[in-house]
């Protein structure tokens, strides 16, 4: 049975009129082209780039909070949530190449993500800063550590899938120094 | 059977794994709050930023549009219809054409608990619905054929029941509502 077909028999998908929730947290379905060309305009400029990966990333605090709530018994079950959450959502096919939930670490690979797909070929830079974000905001919550993401590898820039890693800024920056300058300024 | 199960049954849409696609159109499902998050940042303070959120979603539905004309012809009627019953499915909230004139390309929509505005309930100066108005735009635009645009004139956000979004031409949109135009669509024109 599909995560969706489960979901859809245990009720906790909803569609109301006007109103789609999953897991009892309200989302919404937009186009991934938009995304897709909204990131290309925001490319641009670095300082919208911060805003959406920094606002995202607090913006799914209360939805990954509330899942933990409700769903996540361990941390290994919300781990496997999330990412059944990501592929049920379009996000692209999601696997965990590495996770080490004591140290709050991991490096997560994206195959089919919609806006790199998008992009592939106009960008010569990684371009999933709205994956970023949400990663990095849920991942903070699950493992209830600071914890952000870079971008080392991208379907936009002719690699296969796109790869995540997620660590504290301080580790991010030492490891991936020239990806963390890309990503986050010389902050 | 509700409009969801009748477009899985007809596999309009489908779910497969990390990817889903209504009539061969990839969407995603992002969550509402984070969104209205991102927004609040930009809404009150970055004009440029908004019009560019509002032509963007605009240009992608005017795209998909285009896609779904020449895979399944549907009629003005049938578009118009859909492309309500559409945007409550996807969560967008009650939405309801309040006017609908083909002859001269105008219409209201009115959505009742819209999510970005609900979740920005009070936290805003102005109209905050830049996503769900380009998506209207576009719509319009493809359903019309005749490019048209969207001001958002009462929002949720400022304590109305409901957001209302009027979609006309461009020049009857300024002479109509300057000072909403000025804060929702100049920047299209010096972008």
């Known amino acids: 049975m599909s995560f969706l077909e489960k979901l859809m028999l245990s ?6 009129d006007g109103q789609t929730e999953i897991l009892k947290q309200r989302v919404i ?19 919208l780039v911060k805003l959406i990966y920094f606002t995202l990333k607090q913006g799914v605090n209360n939805f990954g909070e509330q899942i933990m709530r409700t769903y996540g018994s361990t941390i290994t079950d919300y781990s496997k949530l999330l990412r059944d959450l990501s592929d049920l959502a379009g996000w692209g096919k999601t696997t965990y190449e590495s996770l080490n939930i004591e140290q709050g670490s991991a ?19 990684p371009c999933d800063h709205i994956s970023r974000g949400v990663i990095a905001g849920i991942a903070s919550i699950a493992l209830k550590k600071d914890l952000d993401v870079l971008e080392i590898e991208c379907i936009a820039t002719g690699n296969k899938a796109c790869k995540m890693v997620l660590d504290s800024k301080d580790k991010l920056k030492s490891n991936f120094p020239r990806f963390y300058k890309m990503q986050f300024g010389s902050e | 059977m509700s409009f969801f199960e009748k477009l899985l049954l007809s596999k309009q849409l489908s779910f497969n794994l990390g990817d889903i696609e209504l009539l061969d159109q990839r969407l ?21 930023a908004v019009s560019n959120l509002y032509q963007i979603a605009k240009k992608a539905m005017i795209q998909l549009g285009i896609n779904i004309g020449k895979k399944y012809s549907f009629s ?63 719509g319009a635009t493809s359903s019309f054929k005749m490019d048209v645009e969207v001001i958002e004139t009462e929002c949720i956000a400022q304590g109305k029941e409901k957001c209302i979004f009027v979609i006309d031409t461009d020049s009857n949109l300024k002479s109509q509502f300057p000072d909403l135009y000025t804060k929702q669509l100049v920047y299209r024109r010096l972008g």
Request: aromatic residues 12%; proline residues 4%.
């Open chain 1, 11 to 16: 009720k906790q998908i909803k569609f109301e």
């Open chain 1, 29 to 47: 379905f937009v186009p991934s082209d938009f995304l897709g060309e909204y990131t290309f305009e925001i490319l641009r400029e670095p300082e």
């Open chain 1, 107 to 125: 490096t997560l690979i994206i195959e089919n993500s919609p806006v790199s797909s998008y992009l592939k070929g106009r960008v010569n830079l």
């Open chain 2, 28 to 48: 995603v499902i992002v969550s509402s709050e984070a969104f209205a998050n991102y927004i609040y940042s930009i809404n009150d303070s970055n004009e440029l």
């Open chain 2, 76 to 138: 003005f009627g049938d578009y118009s219809t859909w492309f309500v019953e559409i945007a409550r499915l996807n969560g967008w909230g009650k939405a309801k054409w309040e006017l609908l004139d083909k002859k001269n390309f105008k219409g209201i929509i009115s959505i009742e608990d819209s999510p970005i505005s609900t979740a920005l309930k009070n936290k805003v100066k102005n109209p905050c619905d830049h996503i769900i108005r380009g998506l209207i735009a576009g």
